[in-house]
C-alpha cells in the first residue's frame, strides 16, 4: 500500500522516539536500531561526505549535492538497518551461549531462577560487562528480586528481541513452568535448535564471505578506472561535464551504479 512522505516521516520519528524511551526505561529493543547522540552526527557526516563525493566525480559541481541528498537519506537509513541486524544477530549468539550456561547450572542442581542468575559470571567471562545478554541478565536478576516471574522476564525479552528463537524458547518456556515440564531437557533442547541454526547461518556466512568481498570490490572498481585513465590522459573525461548531453549521459551511469548496489544488496541480504 501507498504511504506518502509524511506518513513515512511520521512513523521514523514515532518508531525512534519508541527505541529510544524503551532505552531510556533500560529495555532495549532489538529488533531495529536509530542513530542518536554523537553516533548520530558521526553518520550524518559520513552520509554528507557520500553524497559530495557524487557530486564531485559525476558532476563536478557541489550543486549536485541538493539533487542527490535523496542517497544520502537513503544511505543513513541502511547504514541504521544494518547496525539493527547485526545488533539482533549478536543478541541471539549471545543468547544461545547463555542458555548453554542455564542448562549447565540445571544440570548442576540448582533452581531454574537461580540457573539464569549464576550465568551472569559466563556472560562477563565471554562479553565483558557491557555484553548484551549480561545486562539482560541483570535486569532478570533485578525482576526476581521484585518478584516478578521468571517466565514472563524471558517472554518480555523475546518480543523485544525481535529473534523468533529467543520468543519461541520464551514461549516453550512458559508452557514448561505452567504445565510442569523437564526443565533442564527443554532447555537443552531449544540450546541444540538455536545452536544448529546459528551454526548453519554462520557456515554460510563463510562460504559466501568471499562473494561478499567481491562485491565490496566492485562497487570500488568503477572509481579506480576512471582516476586511472584521468590520470594518464588529463582532461579525457571533460567532455562529460558542464554540458546537457554529459549531465544526461553521466545522470544514467549513476542510476545504473546504484541499481546495481541495490540489486547486490537484495542478493546478499537474504543470506545473510
Not at 549471545?94 to 549464576?118: P, S
Not at 566492485?218 to 582516476?227: A, D, N
Amino acid at each position: 500500500m501507498f504511504t506518502s512522505l509524511k506518513q513515512r516521516v511520521f512513523r521514523y520519528r514515532s518508531e525512534k522516539r519508541r527505541f529510544l524511551l524503551a532505552a531510556k526505561r533500560g529495555m532495549p529493543l532489538y529488533e531495529s536500531y536509530y542513530f542518536h547522540g554523537k553516533e548520530q552526527g558521526l553518520y550524518i557526516g559520513i552520509c554528507l561526505i557520500l553524497i559530495l563525493f557524487l557530486a564531485i566525480f559525476f558532476y563536478r559541481s557541489f550543486w549536485a549535492v541538493l539533487p542527490l541528498s535523496p542517497i544520502g537519506l537513503k544511505s543513513y537509513l541502511a547504514l541504521e538497518k544494518n547496525k539493527g541486524q547485526k545488533r539482533k544477530k549478536q543478541v541471539e549468539v549471545e543468547f544461545k551461549d547463555c542458555i548453554l550456561a542455564v542448562a549447565a547450572n540445571l544440570r548442576a542442581g540448582y533452581a531454574v531462577e537461580n540457573a539464569f542468575v549464576e550465568c551472569i559470571g559466563d556472560m562477563q567471562a565471554l562479553y565483558g560487562d557491557n555484553g548484551l545478554m549480561c545486562k539482560e541478565l541483570y535486569r532478570f536478576k533485578k525482576g526476581l528480586g521484585n518478584n516478578q516471574p521468571l517466565e514472563v522476564l524471558l517472554s518480555e525479552f523475546g518480543r523485544r528481541s525481535g529473534s523468533e528463537n529467543i520468543k519461541e524458547f520464551g514461549e516453550v518456556f512458559s508452557i514448561a513452568v505452567q504445565n510442569g515440564g523437564n526443565l533442564p531437557e527443554t532447555i537443552q533442547e531449544t540450546v541444540d535448535m538455536i545452536g544448529e541454526q546459528i551454526a548453519l547461518k554462520q557456515e554460510i556466512e563463510v562460504l559466501i564471505s568471499g562473494r561478499l568481498l567481491e562485491q565490496k570490490i566492485m562497487s570500488v572498481i568503477p572509481f579506480l578506472l576512471v582516476w586511472y585513465v584521468e590520470f594518464g590522459n588529463k582532461g579525457f573525461f571533460d567532455v562529460l561535464y558542464h554540458n546537457p548531453a554529459g549531465i544526461c549521459i553521466m545522470t544514467v551511469c549513476l542510476a545504473v551504479y546504484l541499481a546495481a548496489q541495490v540489486l547486490s544488496q537484495k542478493i546478499c541480504n537474504p543470506i545473510r
